[in-house]
């Protein structure tokens, strides 16, 4: 009787995975990698190349955004994003990437995160124009308010809601607590259970405290993990400074097939190169995801116009794929681990090449950084979580304790054990939100492009930004943070 059951159960399984393998396999190997790339082509030509012309602007409003007398300040905000979108994906991601598709993913990863960049803006600024305030005026935001408020959809706002929490508030903090134990298990063979009780008692520290804490923890750790990481990075490009010309050609060449047309055969094709460039940008700066607006819609911008935090969020895209991800990729390239015949794969790829450029201590810088890419996605996972638990709540606190224990709970559940087909669920419920976030995002283009040039009109005339409702006629029936009704007119922005 039991080993009919197993039995049952093993095929049930089997065909759960069957199913939800196909329906990721449709979302991320084809539908959503066209329509994110259309989209941020859509963004970067309606915007006139604004990542490119407001570059060094973007870089001046982060630095005003560390300037704010209460609230959340744009500056942590960035860096709690930041915590969310860096990750393992950008050391094992990378590494994928390269085998997968060669040099000439780099280059179309590259490309991804220069359209990524204007739709980052786009929903970071629609957050900030549909922001309102919590019970404890605190600032709340992203797709799920911009869906109800900006389209009357609020069916649309919860089952994005849904779809991120089952994601990111679950099954992802689950993933990245295993990926922090096995990680500690396999290098110094301690125990899981015990390493994930360390991760649930640390992550309850900062989860327990709410937003606000969590911004200021990213603030000091992401800038911390990052600047180690580049160092490391830099040292072993520096080592072989005279190797870097040389694969920044290869990079180049081997995007567009010149490499193995002139080697006379075709290692990868250019649409190897392609794909895997592409979804290795996708994934890792979650630009058109909808994820990130929910933390940019926390912040006190400054200057005083929600396009300020399209700025912020638009590095955060460029320092996610264009600076982190090339750093493990010139890691890699540069040590040569590629060429030799015992090369390892996913994250033991760029684990050997630091080993063989500077020696087996790297396994502890590589542990630490680990834990620190690993434990810092936890709880900024869980912010994004929060946010929408309170939109399906009316912005209110209840359930939110409820919540967080379960949280903690998946956290040590993930440290613990393995299961597949929770994993598969939530790429395939990210590919839901993905999809419905990006349906929102072109239905409102005009009024986020119109916010847009708003901004860049007033500083074009020499004007410190504001936001002024009565020139969005679109806004003037909604109650948020950006547009009161005249019976509220008087309350504080």
């Keep these: ?20 393998g196909d329906i990721n396999g449709l979302l991320w190997g084809h539908l959503l990698v066209y ?32 300037d704010v007398e209460s609230g959340i300040s744009s500056y ?16 094992a991601g990378v590494a994928v990437a390269l085998t997968v598709g060669g040099p000439g993913a780099i280059f179309w990863m590259w490309v991804m995160a220069l359209l990524g960049m204007a739709t980052a803006f786009v929903e970071s600024t629609l957050a900030q124009v549909y922001k309102v305030k919590d019970v404890d005026g605190q600032y709340r935001g992203g797709p799920a308010y911009y869906m109800e408020q900006g389209l009357g959809a609020r069916w649309m706002g919860t089952l994005f809601s ?46 327990m405290g709410g937003l606000k804490s969590i911004a200021q923890a990213s603030a000091r750790i992401v800038p911390i993990m990052a600047v180690g990481y580049l160092a490391i990075a830099c040292l072993i490009v520096i080592m072989n400074l005279s190797e870097l010309p040389a694969a920044i050609s ?54 005083n116009h929600p396009a300020s935090q399209g700025f912020v ?65 936890i709880i900024a996972n869980y912010s994004y979580a929060e946010t929408n638990i309170m939109f399906l709540n009316g912005n209110t606190k209840k359930g939110l304790f409820t919540f967080r224990i379960i949280v903690l709970a998946m956290v040590l559940f993930g440290s613990i054990a393995s299961l597949p087909v929770v994993w598969n669920m939530a790429d395939a419920s990210m590919g839901m939100m993905a999809l419905i976030n990006i349906a929102a995002l072109v239905l409102l283009s005009n009024l986020a492009i119109k916010v847009i040039k708003d901004y860049e009109v007033q500083v074009k005339n020499g004007q410190v930004p504001t936001f002024d409702r009565s020139k969005f006629p679109e806004l003037s029936d909604l109650n948020g943070a950006w547009h009161p009704k005249p019976d509220t007119a008087k309350e504080s922005r």
């Design 1 to 20: 009787m039991d080993a009919t059951i197993n039995n049952w159960l093993a095929i049930l399984n089997k065909q759960l995975m069957d199913i939800i």
């Design 250 to 303: 290869l990079i180049v060449k081997s995007a567009f097939g010149w490499q193995e047309a002139a080697a006379g055969g075709v290692a990868y094709t250019i649409a190897q190169a392609m794909q895997s460039g592409i979804a290795r940008g996708l994934f890792s700066n979650e630009a058109g995801m909808g994820s990130a607006a929910n933390v940019a819609a926390s912040a006190t911008p400054n200057p």
């Design 76 to 91: 942590q905000i960035f860096c709690t994003s930041m915590a969310a979108r860096v990750g393992t994906g950008n050391m």
């Design 162 to 207: 849904i779809c991120l929490i089952i994601a990111f508030g679950l099954v992802f903090n689950a993933v990245q607590a295993n990926t922090i134990t096995a990680a500690l298990n396999h290098s110094f063979e301690i125990d899981r259970k015990y390493v994930g009780l360390a991760i649930v008692v640390c992550s309850a520290f900062f989860i």
């Design 35 to 66: 329509l994110l790339v259309a989209v941020g082509i859509y963004f970067t030509f309606r915007l006139g190349f604004i990542q490119i012309r407001q570059f060094r602007h973007a870089i001046s409003v982060l630095k005003k955004g560390r």
């Design 313 to 377: 969020q638009m590095l955060g895209v460029f320092a996610d794929t264009i600076v982190i991800c090339t750093a493990s990729a010139a890691m890699i390239m540069l040590s040569g681990v590629m060429d030799q015949p015992d090369a390892a794969s996913g994250i033991g790829l760029l684990q050997q090449a630091l080993t063989n450029e500077l020696g087996s201590w790297t396994t502890y810088f590589m542990a630490a950084a680990i834990i620190l890419f690993c434990f810092t996605s």
